[in-house]
């Protein structure tokens, strides 16, 4: 029997992908309001929040039966340490363009294991980013840029694309992942990791730690990392990567909107144009139909290439 790529109507994984970029979307509102703290101590601080708020999610549901072994929460709690790290590195914008490269490499990748991209899905990815690109680029302009931290955010964007894809490799497979301890676990190790980085090459506070900086990380580990870490976890194991990553391109729009309600930041209307792209190229990457099985690449066993 042959394994269905994607399901471009399964409503949990759409309404699950598309949580992930608006709770994603109020991190800077939050950082906002941690003036002063390192970002790695900010990140330890979140992800640490989040895998607190996941495990007692996974303690209080009834018990299920262990996802097997994957790699996979490797790939996310990377993401979070690599791009933190980039974005201190590198120009804000450059880093946001880089790390929305993470649909453009699914595609890659899916690529170089066989799967064939459709038409509309490629054309709307292209759009997606131009838009970007254009929603982006009218603000600030930084005119370096730092070659370390431009590595990093592509990295992230790597190790994005990867998550996506193992989750759905493992849902395809037979053996489904429980996304909220994958989420769990990526944010565990995330943590253990960055207290690793500060301990090795520091991340001096400039203020009083308080207790306002306290109820900021927990509100940004629970509403802006555990719960699109989990919705993520969610969307990548009944979406198909390509898709999964897209409507990560609309993170920077959410950013905006919440900015200006919240902070009366508004965006330029300059900005506009861009915006209104990227919202048409995630509408055609939805809407595109999953390619004939008949072309997908077989492998020696018999199996369409997963």
Known sequence: MTTQEHSAYDRLGLVAALVAPVAWGLTGIFIRLLHGLPPM????????????????????????????????????????????????????????????????????????????????????????????????????????????????????????????????????????????????????????????????FGSPTHRAFTTHDVGMLVLLGVLSTALPTAAFSIASARLPSVLTTSFGLSTPLFTALFAGIVLQEWPALSTLPGALLTLLGLALVVRARPPSSSNRRVVPSGRPAL
Do not use: H
């Open 41 to 200: 101590t900010i990140v330890v601080g979140r992800l640490l929040a989040a895998s607190i708020a996941l495990g007692a999610v996974l303690a209080l549901r009834p018990r299920r039966q262990a996802s097997p072994w994957s790699w996979a929460p490797l790939a996310m709690s990377g993401y979070y340490v690599l791009a933190t790290e980039a974005f201190v590195r590198a120009p804000v914008v450059e880093v946001t363009l880089l790390v929305g490269m993470a649909p453009v490499l699914a595609l890659g990748i899916n690529r170089l294991r066989g799967i064939v991209v459709s038409g509309p899905q490629l054309l709307g990815v292209i759009l997606a980013v131009g838009g970007l690109v254009a929603f982006l680029l009218p603000g600030d302009k930084p005119a370096d840029t730092k070659l370390v931290g431009d590595l990093l955010a592509l990295g992230a964007a790597f190790v994005s694309a990867l998550y996506a894809i193992q989750l759905r490799r493992m849902q395809a497979s037979g053996t489904p992942p429980d996304p909220v301890r994958i989420a769990a676990i990526a944010c565990l190790i995330g943590a253990i990791l960055g207290a690793g980085l500060v301990a090795l």
